[in-house]
């Protein structure tokens, strides 16, 4: 029998060495266990590896009502995240985010691009493109041995590069054509009734970037302090209703569109590139993003009117269980919501 606990799920284990991208996992999980704590929930943290038998038999002893998955990968695999949603509808527990085939899909960039494509939904190719490319890894995040030297000439040294990059990580890379122009991120959370709400679109700035140097939200823009390139990489949000006007409202629809399409649910972000026609192309989706509130996901929910505790309780809201109103029986509007 369910006890009421809400537990917060995470794929980290505090005494093994960990990727910086990987123990900021960790410091959000505490920050949400810290937050809903306050709200009046009875929380139990817990991590998860790759022994599912143990948190199969955790997760019978705890009984959770609800669990609010945070689990990025296992033993370092990203493509391994989508086991654990897997186990909690097995085991018809609620979980916060995405399903098991929205997971699985968004790690294997190469199969997502194929999906993207057949829907009609523009991402960049390497057919029928002259250069240059763009090396990246097929089912690792968080920008993973993206430097200034992934940007090739030709797709020769493109698949070179991808060969070597694919021994020294040990993962597979792939090339993409790069695409020239402004970067957008868009982030969507559900509505109560289980609609896409896009939030706020976000545009990362390069400023003051070197000549040589791709604009790009490589490894050192995203995770290094120090890095020149961390710091003259800006998130800016533009004026709705301003000479962006037309080409927010195309990036809103295809965002929704992308949400609705791949049956995603709970929250994600999915990230853009704009060539210098104005034609949007999808570069990334990024389900269950970082729910840091120095991030990109959280910045834009704060843009939007929202507070910290008002984020996570929509997000519980989203996954159901007896933590929030299941979505279908939800009354309160959009509008109620945004003014907590």
Known sequence: MRDGTLLILHGICPDRDQPVEDLENLDVAHEIAKTLTLAG?????????????????????VAPNLVFNLVEGLDGQDRL????????????????GNPPHVLALADDKLALKQVLLAAGIPTPARENHRGPFLVKARHQHASLGLDPGALVATLGDAEDLAQQKSSAYRTAFFAEAYIEGREFNLSVIEDPPGEPHVLPPAEIRFIDWPQDTPKIVDHAAKWDPQSSRFAHTIRDFPTEGGPDGNLLEMLTACARRIFTTLGLKGYARIDFRVDADGHPYVIDLNPNPTLDPAAGFAQTAFRAGWDYPGLLRRILECAGGPHAPHPSRQERTFAENRQT
């Open 81 to 96: 995240a989508a086991a654990v949603p897997a186990l909690l509808e097995a085991m018809a527990i609620p979980y916060t």
């Open 41 to 61: 929930h009875s929380i139990r943290m817990a991590s998860a590896d790759l022994d599912l038998g143990r948190l199969r038999k955790m997760l019978t002893d």
